[in-house]
């Protein structure tokens, strides 16, 4: 398998933790927390959606054919990344909540949502810090 540029996934993992950092620097009533926690949920979104692209590209060689694997949705993807030993079924039920979140909320772009999404973020960043390491090794 050819080697995968991750150097969009990688940025987005720095600026989603120095936008989390931020937001944790503000009082909750400013503009400022509002700002931040804006650029932590797309920060977030951004990321389940490239780990989904990239952890599809790994799961090639697994398939019979590439059609296969384009064919997988978006759950099954992580299901599969934990059955060939990528990730552990621990992460790939993490990632499955993450999932969840976002499609529980798609339309809801309220407080709820970016709070939930906010409660998730330190585990997130560590899941994705460390799906980028598998990703490296590809």
Not at 76 to 92: C, V, Y
Not at 104 to 122: Q, S, V
Request: net charge neutral; with cysteine.
């Amino acid at each position: 398998m050819s080697s995968l540029n991750t150097d969009y996934f990688v940025r987005c993992i720095a600026i989603l933790n120095r936008a989390f950092d931020g937001l944790n620097q503000q009082p909750q009533d400013s503009d400022m927390y509002d700002i931040y926690r804006a650029a932590c949920v797309k920060e977030f979104e951004i990321i389940l959606e490239q780990t989904g692209k990239l952890l599809k590209k790994c799961l090639k060689p697994y398939f019979a054919s590439s059609k296969q694997v384009d064919q997988l949705l978006f759950k099954d993807i992580f299901r599969q990344a934990a059955k060939h030993g990528l990730i552990s079924l621990d992460e790939a039920e993490r990632w499955l909540i993450y999932r969840d979140n976002r499609n529980d909320t798609a339309h809801d772009y309220g407080e709820g949502f970016a709070n939930e999404t906010l409660r998730l973020l330190p585990q997130f960043i560590q899941d994705a810090r460390r799906i980028s390491e598998v990703f490296r090794q590809q």
